[in-house]
């Protein structure tokens, strides 16, 4: 119920990038990713479709109120909403604001927003580079939270919690998490490899996984967490004879989900 959480709870939203959903759920089921599963509870990652079929449009939709939403066919109620009228999916546990993005939305209400850039769409290099970023009152970008750094997401994990330290405790925060570690060239992740695939991006979401429970754990140390976990996009290793994404391919659109409300230190660190 996010309209409840909202002002009580810090909120933190991962987006793993171009993470494939069965690449997710394999490496949960091979025990590849202790933290995530843990937040899973042992239930599978949720199959989710996502409005875009790559980085920007995707992001756009997610910050406006449209997360990816479930296969089941039918109307969805969403976690966050702007008004908008004829909107038919916005119910009783819906977050509903004037503002365009839920992301301004929080800010206008006493959160501190932050964005911890990872692709090229956050690193505010250019003007269509912080389109994004500029959502947010902070945005940090550097290098090494790139793609082609090998410790991409200890370098961003580690900006995170210095932004936690420095926040008052009575302080809510919106954190958004772009993990670039999924994203190609993950062929870094996995020694010997030369080419991007399924078991090069697994190794990827492996070694990002053994960073996100430190920052999972520094907020839920801090307040109750409602946490959002999910692949923006797939991303295709020659299926069909497709590679990389921006193509309608199902398993470009099909990306893992999870949704929780934590109010507890979890276990795993």
């Given at each position: 119920?996010a309209r409840?959480?909202?002002g009580?709870c810090?909120?933190l939203f991962?987006?793993?990038?171009?993470?494939?959903?069965d690449?997710a759920?394999?490496?949960r089921?091979q025990?590849?990713?202790?933290?995530?599963?843990?937040?899973?509870?042992g239930r599978?990652?949720?199959?989710r479709l996502s409005?875009?079929s790559f980085?920007l449009p995707?992001?756009?939709?997610f910050?406006?109120?449209?997360?990816?939403?479930?296969?089941?066919?039918g109307?969805?109620?969403r976690?966050?909403?702007?008004e908008?009228?004829?909107?038919e999916?916005?119910?009783q546990?819906?977050?509903?604001?004037?503002?365009?993005t839920?992301i301004?939305?929080?800010?206008n209400?006493?959160?501190?927003?932050?964005c911890?850039?990872?692709?090229?769409?956050?690193?505010?290099?250019?003007a269509?580079?912080?389109?994004?970023?500029?959502?947010?009152?902070?945005?940090?970008?550097?290098p090494?939270?790139?793609v082609?750094?090998p410790r991409?997401?200890?370098?961003?994990?580690n900006?995170?919690?210095d932004v936690?330290?420095?926040?008052p405790a009575a302080q809510?925060l919106?954190?958004?998490?772009n993990?670039s570690?999924?994203?190609?060239p993950?062929c870094?992740?996995l020694?010997g490899?030369?080419?991007d695939?399924?078991?090069?991006?697994a190794?990827?979401l492996?070694?990002?996984d053994a960073h996100?429970?430190?920052?999972?754990a520094?907020?839920a140390r801090?307040?109750p967490?409602l946490a959002?976990?999910?692949g923006?996009?797939?991303?295709?290793?020659g299926?069909?004879?497709?590679?990389g994404?921006r193509?309608?391919?199902p398993l470009?659109w099909?990306v893992p989900?999870?949704e929780?409300?934590?109010v507890?230190h979890p276990?795993?660190?």
């Amino acid at each position: 119920n996010a309209r409840q959480c909202i002002g009580s709870c810090d909120v933190l939203f991962v987006t793993l990038d171009a993470l494939r959903y069965d690449v997710a759920e394999s490496a949960r089921q091979q025990g590849r990713t202790p933290c995530l599963a843990q937040l899973l509870a042992g239930r599978p990652w949720e199959r989710r479709l996502s409005p875009g079929s790559f980085t920007l449009p995707a992001h756009q939709a997610f910050f406006a109120g449209f997360l990816p939403v479930p296969e089941a066919p039918g109307l969805h109620q969403r976690l966050f909403a702007a008004e908008f009228p004829g909107s038919e999916t916005v119910g009783q546990g819906t977050f509903v604001y004037p503002e365009a993005t839920w992301i301004e939305a929080l800010a206008n209400r006493g959160y501190h927003t932050t964005c911890i850039g990872g692709v090229g769409f956050f690193n505010q290099r250019c003007a269509l580079g912080r389109v994004l970023p500029g959502l947010f009152q902070e945005s940090l970008w550097r290098p090494e939270f790139g793609v082609t750094d090998p410790r991409s997401t200890e370098n961003q994990v580690n900006a995170a919690l210095d932004v936690i330290s420095r926040l008052p405790a009575a302080q809510r925060l919106c954190l958004f998490l772009n993990v670039s570690a999924t994203h190609q060239p993950s062929c870094i992740f996995l020694p010997g490899a030369t080419a991007d695939s399924t078991e090069t991006q697994a190794a990827a979401l492996a070694y990002a996984d053994a960073h996100l429970g430190r920052l999972v754990a520094a907020l839920a140390r801090r307040a109750p967490l409602l946490a959002i976990v999910c692949g923006d996009h797939g991303t295709l290793f020659g299926e069909d004879g497709h590679t990389g994404h921006r193509h309608p391919h199902p398993l470009v659109w099909t990306v893992p989900y999870m949704e929780l409300q934590l109010v507890s230190h979890p276990s795993h660190s």
